[in-house]
């Protein structure tokens, strides 16, 4: 640490530093375009020229490092003249009409440009066109006022780790563009947006609505993955506008997944439920909520209340509900008298599930030096993980794979194993003895059976050797034969090799679910049970079954039961709901409620609502509180959410105790992975309409490799559970990966 | 004259090897194989010899070499810059031509000196003629085993290849160039860092130009002090100068430092018969224009031309003659960084454009005189606001063009055509 | 698609550099696909370079389109390109492009009807003692008149036949 002078002032620099950092960090305002503290420094806009003592020619203060005694000003009459000669040339080629720029308002050129008294221009030589190219459904160009600073095209090379946009042709005529026409396809395109100083790249979905200026920012939490990204939610006049990027060095830093920016389009579909309903001789009719909440609750106490078969009662719910929601329709439930509460509604076998505790930060990933990923493709089902686990690739260290399918990752993968689930387990099962036999340890018999070759000891090595290491285990394996035997596996591995585990396989917020206790206890039914069992009601909240359950067919029937009585709280419609519920109380969706988000590392975020629900709509955990209250039920008496939050958070339970158990099994057959789209795995995400145009959210195919499709006597032009076969090599031995956007048809898990 | 770099231009195929080493070539190369010059020797002798850049900013090689990390493990580079691309010079060409060995002994040992085992020679992708014969000398020299790993049973290795430009004069740029090399856009690195630091795929690396290389074999050969002794003082040796433009024996020469430029121009034969000398750009199109008067009065070298108001540069003399159109010679040279800016930095890429489209109103006949200040102002601010060089460059002319010859561009915009043409 | 001996060509340029950094290689890759496809790149041959040497498409294109030596368009057999610089310029290359533009009945950058030639107007090609200069695939022609040009191109046309 050493002073340096900056405009008169002595201030405190590091060695290392360039001096933006210090000017940023000591409030003296630079300009700049190029700029930005999350990229490489490009040093290509001049913008930020200042004068420095000694040097003959202004310094650009991004690329400049400190040294000690430096003088510097940012506004003596040189260092604004090279200011002024700049904003110049950045204006005689862009369009100077910010009242019809959708950027106007938010633009950094302008906002810049209004305090360097513009002169009348002096180039008369007639502007720069720039054709524009139509580069996908979420971003929308006008490249004719892009400024040259290549944000974008850095986020992509450095961020995004697949470099879509790039500059052509040189001069003058360079030009910011993508190529091919393919439109940009990364899962973190959104972020350009924000990055893009200007209007060149704006959002589409949002285009020409209005000015940032005439907007309220709300500060929110992302809640489609087990990140917990950190947002702002623009609103207008009780509407969601737009959803940007918040930062939080902890979680997201700067960045969001798109799935997290556009999923708020979905918010105004069509298909939003507007007014409760009660099915009246299998007509459907709509009504008010007083008439629909009395309805629900004269029949919850005549199916089971007043006939005491209150274990005749079950609640489920989808993972992406809040912690408050999950807490009350727990506590509902069990003051009726019923244990019966479950959300993972897409899981086989439930008494084969995974159990792995997380204990790694989000912001730790990236200083790890070794990574085993098994299960998952980070890049889609957690992008924001993934952007950190590219980071520590990027600092150097080994990431190694152990997938059914082979993905487009974005970071470089050391060692990528393609096997099937019973595969896996085995390899983890003698990696786990090659270990054990290495620290001079009892083999326990599970084990004897296996025989350590030398990859699997350079495995074990890896493990052992890496000072910071990480097993991160995905959504992939949750229905294998082996789900609970190849968590236990991991955890004993990371236990004997001192690395951190980080379990990706709970999705949403189902970690807030399972943290209140709504997986059901020993009295309690799962939910696969529940629905194998009559039951005389149930509460469902927010469940569309042909997305939500492992085997939607079976699930339907059980619930369109004659005798069962179904209260669906739902924010879009459906049809399989108005098959089988008897009532529907429209419930508000993500940014119209309060409530709770718990990441994967345990970080429980509150959110209040962004904006009110629309008229008859109100918020699940509201509609929970007065079921109550009209039950008669004690304790029910919030006010408002925080209440219940504080409640909630008083009796999580954390660090469930699991039983390390490992009974390894052979599968047999053809084993099937069914992953939904990234943008199909919540009702709000299903009816965005520009995340539904996105190359990701149509993904539909059934991949196989040739042997398995001869086998299932398939080919290339069949259809698989519904879904379009692809034959590919990648994909390993005895397995069908499933990806895709739609329902299903049938039982997704054979 | 030619006893450096065009020693060998009178012999019978003065690219072979055998003419080569007839005349003393691989000599020092194979001194230092043997262990007889230390790092330190040799850059304490180039420091002697005065040697200055010949690509054009003239920087010291001595000073240059001693910058590189040469104790540091791992990887570095020596990068030879044969990009040859400025309007005006044409003589590294003639090297590659004719003497493409000196600039393979020449690198050799500037590998040796920086602990640089792999050299690359990064020649404009035009120069086919010069590739395939420096191609020809390269094979030649590994067939003879003086280049390759352990030369001659040696520590010493060193692996020489030749890359190819496409086409983009910035690429002279050596930090552009050194981008270029990784196959990317020739677009210069902010600096710093230095290459010295963070060179070639990241490696410590030192660009030099062609004729730098080229005159160290002798160099070490005859004593740094013979080589400061052939020029004048912070000018030492000597230097090819290109003459072109209006001279009746266009070439290159090779000339003491220091050699009066009235010398010089007769060794071109002198301007074209009935013509008289009007004005000369001294160092390459980059370098300001000089006034007859100007530029009669100096001698070549660094500071003899500096103080004439230019700059050596290249050594890329372009004689004009009173038949030259200053407004159409300025327009020219201001298409030409218009049309080769790499288009990364803003005052470049803006301000050449406009530089030059101001200029061919101008010369369209629609001026307006508000536009010669306009045009200066514009080559102001863009002076020293840049990334690299080119922006500085294509200031310059404008700047001298009009300083100079400031009645013949209000004559054109004021009567919508040339002084010169009207003249004539 | 690129041809084996087209890979074979790149390979020989990908050996000079280090093993992970192939993509040094893609100015030359992209000319000698360019050569073989009638001296014209696309989109696709472009991006197969860019697999080919591990890169992102879009990084070879930028490449593609910075250089001057790439077309992007169907080009005529024989490209003239005539340097206009300054020292050309002195010594009258602006005559020698009317002339040229004259005897072959077309303008700059337009291709002869027969497909054979056209000519480029470029700047510095670094030969400027020999001004005025024109260079024709690997060859540079200098102290150029119109007579030098005419015959230049009769003997153009005569191999083009
Ligand atoms: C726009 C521009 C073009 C240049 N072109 C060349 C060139 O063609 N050849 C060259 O040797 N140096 C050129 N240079 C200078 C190089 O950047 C560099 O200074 C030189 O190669 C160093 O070698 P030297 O020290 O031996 O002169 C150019 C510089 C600029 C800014
Ligand atoms: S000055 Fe011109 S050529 Fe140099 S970096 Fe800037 S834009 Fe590129
Ligand atoms: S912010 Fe420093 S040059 Fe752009």
């Known amino acids: 640490m050493f002073e340096i002078e900056i405009d008169g002032k002595i201030v405190n620099a590091n060695p290392g530093e360039n001096l933006i950092t210090v000017t940023d960090r000591e409030g003296i305002s630079v300009p700049r375009f190029c700029y930005h503290n999350k990229l490489s420094v490009s040093a290509n806009c001049r913008m930020c020229l200042v004068d420095v003592e000694g040097a003959t020619k202004p310094q650009p203060a991004c690329s400049t490092p400190v040294s000690n005694g430096m003088r510097v000003s940012t506004k003596n009459d040189k260092a604004k003249s090279s200011q002024k000669a700049v904003m110049e040339f950045l204006l005689i080629n862009h369009p100077l009409d910010c009242p019809i720029c959708d950027q106007g308002g938010e633009c950094e050129l302008q906002d810049v440009a209004m305090s360097y008294s513009s002169d009348v221009s002096r180039f008369n030589e007639g502007k720069r066109v720039i054709a524009d190219s139509d580069i996908g459904p979420l971003i929308q160009t006008d490249m004719t006022r892009c400024i040259h600073c290549t944000r974008c095209v850095r986020f992509g090379a450095e961020i995004a780790g697949i470099m879509e946009m790039g500059g052509t042709g040189r001069g003058d005529s360079l030009k910011i563009e993508p190529f091919l026409q393919e439109g940009i396809q990364s899962e973190l395109s959104g972020n350009m947006i924000d990055l893009c100083p200007v209007g060149a790249l704006t959002s589409k979905p949002f285009r020409y609505e209005l000015r940032s200026w005439q907007m309220n920012a709300v500060e929110g939490i992302a809640r489609h993955d087990s990140v917990g990204s950190n947002i702002h939610i623009q609103t207008y006049k009780g509407k969601v506008k737009r959803v940007v990027a918040r930062n939080n060095d902890n979680i997201n830093e700067t960045w969001i997944s798109d799935r997290d920016r556009f999923s708020c389009d979905g918010l105004n579909h069509e298909n939003r439920l507007q007014k409760p309903q009660i099915k009246y001789d299998g007509v459907w009719k709509e009504t008010e909520w007083d008439t629909a909440l009395v309805y629900s609750t004269k029949a919850l106490l005549r199916e089971v209340i007043d006939n005491k078969e209150e274990s005749k009662l079950g609640a489920l719910a989808s993972n992406n509900a809040t912690l408050e929601e999950y807490y009350l329709l727990r506590k509902l439930l069990k003051q009726v008298g019923s244990d019966n509460t479950d959300y993972r509604l897409n899981i086989k076998d439930l008494s084969n599930t ?61 060692s990528e194993y393609i096997l099937n689930s019973s595969q896996i387990a085995n390899l983890l099962a003698r990696t786990l003895k090659a270990i054990l036999l290495s620290k001079e340890q009892e083999i326990p018999g599970y084990l004897d059976k296996f025989k350590v070759s030398d990859a699997d000891t350079q495995l074990a090595n890896k493990l052992l050797s890496s000072d910071k290491s990480a097993i991160i285990l995905g959504e992939h394996l949750i229905n294998s034969d082996n789900s609970s035997n190849i968590a236990n596996l991991i955890s004993i591995i990371a236990e004997k090799t001192s690395s951190s585990t980080l ?73 399989d709901v108005f098959d089988y519920a008897d009532v529907i109380l429209p419930i508000s969706s993500y940014y119209e409620t309060s409530g709770t988000h718990t990441n994967v590392e345990g970080e429980m975020q509150s959110f209040s609502a962004a904006v009110g629900s629309p008229k008859d709509i109100k918020p699940a955990w509201k509609v929970l509180k007065v079921l109550a209250d009209l039950l008669d039920l004690s304790g029910f008496n919030y006010t408002d959410s925080s209440k219940v939050t504080s409640e909630a958070k008083q009796q999580i339970k954390q660090n469930i105790e699991h039983d390390r158990e490992i009974n390894l099994i052979n599968t047999k057959g053809v084993e099937i992975i069914w992953q939904p789209s990234p943008y199909s795995t919540d009702a709000l995400l299903r009816h965005s309409n520009s995340l539904q145009a996105t190359k990701i959210g149509q993904l539909n195919t059934a991949s196989m490799s040739a042997s398995t499709a001869k086998s299932l006597k398939l080919s290339d032009t069949d259809n698989y559970l519904g879904v379009p076969v692809v034959i590919s090599e990648v994909v390993a031995d005895k397995c069908v990966f499933i990806s895709s956007s739609n329902e299903t048809i049938s039982e997704k898990i054979s | 004259m030619n006893e450096v770099c065009f020693k060998n231009l009178n012999e019978k195929e003065p690219w072979s090897l055998a003419t080569y080493e007839a005349n003393g070539g691989y000599s020092v190369w194979k001194r230092v194989i043997k262990g007889e010059f230390t790092p330190e020797e040799i850059i304490d002798e180039l420091k002697v010899s005065g040697l200055r850049g010949r690509g054009g900013a003239g920087f010291p090689t001595g000073l240059k070499w001693s910058f590189m990390p040469r104790n540091d493990d791992g990887q570095k580079y020596v990068v030879c810059n044969s990009d040859e691309g400025e309007p005006g010079t044409c003589k590294d060409r003639d090297i590659l031509r004719f003497n493409p060995h000196s600039v393979i002994e020449g690198m050799a040992i500037g590998g040796y000196v920086m602990n640089a085992s792999v050299g690359y020679n990064y020649i404009r992708g035009e120069f086919m003629e010069p590739f395939y014969r420096f191609e020809g000398a390269l094979k030649e020299a590994y067939k003879a085993g003086l280049l390759g790993e352990n030369i001659f049973d040696s520590a010493v290795s060193f692996d020489l290849h030749t890359h190819l430009g496409a086409g983009a004069y910035i690429c002279g740029e050596e930090t552009a160039l050194i981008e270029s090399i990784e196959g990317k856009k020739g677009q210069p690195r902010f600096k710093p860092p230095f290459p010295a630091n963070v ?35 912070n000018s030492g040796g000597c230097k090819l100068f290109s003459v072109s433009g209006h001279v009746n024996n266009p070439s290159n020469f090779e000339v003491p430092m220091g050699t009066p430029f009235k010398d010089l121009l007769k060794m071109a034969g002198g301007i074209r018969k009935g013509k008289k000398l009007k ?71 803006e301000g050449t454009g406009w530089l030059y489209r101001v200029l ?49 561009f209000e004559y054109y915009i004021k009567n919508g055509k040339s002084m010169v043409k009207d003249n004539v | 698609m690129i041809s084996k001996k087209a890979k074979k060509q790149i390979d020989s340029w990908t050996e000079k550099y280090p093993a992970n950094q192939k993509s040094s290689a893609v100015m030359e890759a992209l000319k000698i696909v360019q050569l073989e496809n009638g001296n014209c790149l696309n989109p696709e041959l472009i991006q197969e370079v860019a697999d080919y040497l591990d890169m992102p498409g879009i990084a070879a294109q930028e490449v593609a389109t910075f250089y001057e030596n790439y077309n992007h368009k169907p080009m005529a057999k024989n490209i003239i390109r005539i340097c206009h610089n300054i020292s050309c310029m002195l010594n009258g290359s602006d005559n020698l492009v009317s002339h040229l533009e004259s005897c072959l009945g077309v303008k700059t950058g337009e291709v002869t009807p027969d497909g054979l030639i056209c000519v480029k107007k470029v700047e510095c090609l670094g030969a400027c003692v020999g001004a005025p200069m024109m260079q024709i695939d690997d060859q540079y022609f200098e102290n150029l008149t119109a007579k030098k040009v005419d015959e230049i191109v009769k003997s153009l046309r005569k191999e083009g036949k």
Not at chain 1, 367 to 395: C, F, W
Not at chain 1, 518 to 547: C, H, Q, R, T, W
Not at chain 2, 211 to 232: H, N, Q, Y
Not at chain 2, 336 to 343: P, Q
Request: charged share 20%; hydrophobic share 40%; glycine share 8%.
């Open chain 1, 354 to 414: 995974i159990n792995l505790d997380s204990n790694i930060k989000i912001k730790d990933i990236e200083n790890i030096d070794y990574a085993l990923l098994v299960g998952s493709y980070t890049r889609l089902e957690q992008p924001m993980i993934n952007h950190r686990l590219r980071k520590s690739s990027l600092n150097g260290a080994t990431i190694d794979v152990i997938n059914s399918m082979s993905f487009n990752y974005n970071l470089p993968i050391n």
């Open chain 1, 503 to 575: 379990n990706l396989s709970e999705t949403g917020n189902s970690i807030a679910a399972k943290s209140t206790g709504f997986v059901p206890n020993e009295n309690g039914l799962d939910a696969n049970e529940m629905l194998a069992s009559k039951m005389n009601a149930y509460i469902l909240l927010d469940v569309y079954p042909k997305y939500d359950f492992h085997n939607s067919v079976s699930a339907i029937n059980a619930l369109r039961d004659e005798k069962t009585f179904v209260i669906a709280l739902n924010s879009f419609k459906d049809s």
């Open chain 2, 199 to 233: 060179g070639l795929f990241g490696k410590p690396t030192t660009v030099n130009n062609t004729e730098s290389f080229a005159s160290v074999p002798e160099i070490l050969s005859k004593g740094g002090k013979w080589f400061a002794d052939l020029g004048v003082e």
């Open chain 2, 279 to 349: 004005a000369v750009i001294p160092g390459g199109s980059s370098t300001p224009v000089l006034t007859a008067e100007e530029a009669m009065s100096m001698n070549m070298d660094y500071d003899s031309i500096e103080k004439a108001g230019s700059m050596l540069g290249a050594g890329s003399v372009i004689i004009m003659d009173d038949s030259t159109c200053m407004v159409e010679a300025l327009t020219r040279l201001a298409h030409f960084y218009y049309d080769e800016s790499c288009g990364q930095c803003t005052p470049c890429r």
């Open chain 2, 360 to 408: 061919k109103r101008i010369l369209d006949g629609n001026g307006k005189i508000d536009d010669l200040d306009l045009l200066q102002q514009v080559g102001s601010n863009i002076m020293g606001n840049t990334i690299c060089a080119l922006g500085d460059a294509a200031a310059m002319p404008v700047e001298s063009f009009l300083r100079n010859f400031y009645s013949e």
